[in-house]
C-alpha cells in the first residue's frame, strides 16, 4: 500500500493505540503471557500512547498503582474489555453486570472513556468445544439488543463510559448481516460499535462499507489484519477461532486484510473523534515476537498518517 500523500496525510481525529492482545495476551494471567510490566515497557518502547486494560486482573487493579505505572511511561488508558452473554436473558444479568462493574470501575478510574463489550463465544476459543447453535432464535435476538441497550444506558449512567460491542469471530456477532441486524436492533444513543477491521474481514464484511454506511455508530475502531491464505484454510476446515490464530490467521500490516490506509481515510471523514487500536491476535506467541512487530506496525500507521 501506497503511503498517503501530505495533503491527506493528516488523520487528527483518530487516536492510535496498542493494547495487551498485541502481545499474546489473552488471560488475566497465563504462563505463556509476557509479565505485564514488559507489556508496558514495550509498548511504550514502541511509540504508543494509548493502552487498553485486556483481561482483567492482567494490568494492576488498583487504579494507585496503574496510573503510576501507566504515568511514569507516557501511557494512558482507551478503555477496558468485558465480556457477555446477554443473549441468554434477565438469567445472566447480575452475574454480567458484576463483571462489567469491576472492569468500569478501573477503566473510570484511569480516565477511559469506553467500554469494549465482546459477546461470548458459541465456541471454546481454546478448545474448540461448541458451546451452543451458532445462530440465535428471535427471542434471544430480543435479549441481546435489549439487554445490550440497559447495559450501555447503565454503564453511561453510573460510570461516563460509552459502551462499544465489538463484533467477533465465533460469536453471534459476526458476519455483515448480523452486525446490521444488531445495529438496526439497538438504540443508535445507547449503543456504539467496536468496529475490529481484522474479525470483520474474517467473517466476510467490508470495514469501509460499514463505515461509509453506519458511521454514526462507529464509536471505536480496532485495527487487525487477517492473513487471506491462511484464512480460506480456516474457512474450508471450519477451524475453531484459537487455532486459528495459533495458525497465524492474524498477521502483521499491511501483509493483510483489509487496507487499513482506506479505512482510516474513512473513519476520518466521520469528523469525530476516534481511537484506534491496533490489535494482532498473537496467542500463544515467543515473548521476543511482539515488540519489533510492534514497532514496524507503528511506523506502517505513521505512513499512512496516523
Known amino acids: 500500500m501506497t503511503s498517503l500523500s501530505p495533503s491527506s496525510s493528516a488523520l487528527s481525529r483518530i487516536r492510535i493505540g496498542s493494547a495487551p492482545d498485541s502481545w499474546g495476551v489473552w488471560f488475566p494471567d497465563d504462563p505463556q503471557q509476557v509479565p505485564w510490566q514488559r507489556f508496558l515497557d514495550e509498548v511504550a518502547q514502541s511509540g504508543y500512547e494509548w493502552i487498553e486494560l485486556g483481561p482483567y486482573g492482567y494490568l494492576p487493579t488498583d487504579p494507585a498503582?496503574?496510573?503510576e505505572e501507566t504515568s511514569r511511561r507516557g501511557l494512558k488508558?482507551?478503555?477496558g474489555t468485558v465480556f457477555t452473554g446477554l443473549h441468554h436473558g434477565e438469567a445472566v444479568w447480575e452475574k454480567t453486570w458484576a463483571h462489567v462493574a469491576d472492569n468500569a470501575v478501573l477503566a473510570q478510574a484511569m480516565g477511559a472513556s469506553h467500554l469494549v463489550v465482546i459477546p461470548s463465544f458459541w465456541r471454546d476459543d481454546k478448545t474448540g468445544e461448541v458451546l451452543e447453535p451458532d445462530t440465535l432464535t428471535a427471542e434471544?435476538?430480543?435479549n441481546l439488543t435489549s439487554l445490550t441497550e440497559r447495559l450501555g444506558r447503565e454503564v453511561r449512567e453510573r460510570y461516563g463510559l460509552q459502551i462499544v460491542v465489538h463484533p467477533h469471530a465465533d460469536t453471534h456477532i459476526d458476519s455483515e448481516e448480523n452486525v446490521v441486524r444488531?445495529?438496526?436492533g439497538t438504540d443508535s444513543g445507547l449503543v456504539s460499535l467496536c468496529l475490529d477491521t481484522g474479525h470483520y474481514a474474517y467473517c466476510g464484511g467490508d470495514s469501509v462499507k460499514l463505515i461509509e454506511t453506519y458511521g454514526e455508530r462507529i464509536g471505536y475502531l480496532h485495527l487487525k489484519q487477517v492473513d487471506p491464505e491462511?484464512?480460506?484454510d480456516v474457512r474450508a476446515k471450519a477451524t475453531p477461532f484459537g487455532p486459528a490464530v495459533a495458525q497465524g490467521v492474524m498477521c502483521e500490516p499491511p501483509a493483510g486484510v483489509p487496507a487499513?490506509?482506506?479505512?482510516?481515510e474513512a473513519a476520518q471523514k466521520l469528523d469525530v473523534d476516534l481511537f484506534a487500536i491496533v490489535e494482532q491476535d498473537m496467542y500463544p506467541c515467543e515473548p521476543d515476537k511482539p515488540l519489533p512487530i510492534a514497532q514496524r506496525t507503528r511506523a506502517f500507521?505513521?505512513?499512512c498518517g496516523a
Open 182 to 184: 444488531f445495529l438496526d
Open 140 to 142: 434471544q435476538w430480543r
Open 230 to 232: 491462511i484464512l480460506a
Open 260 to 264: 487499513l490506509g482506506p479505512v482510516l
Open 65 to 67: 498503582v496503574l496510573t
Open 301 to 303: 500507521l505513521r505512513s
Open 77 to 79: 488508558v482507551s478503555a
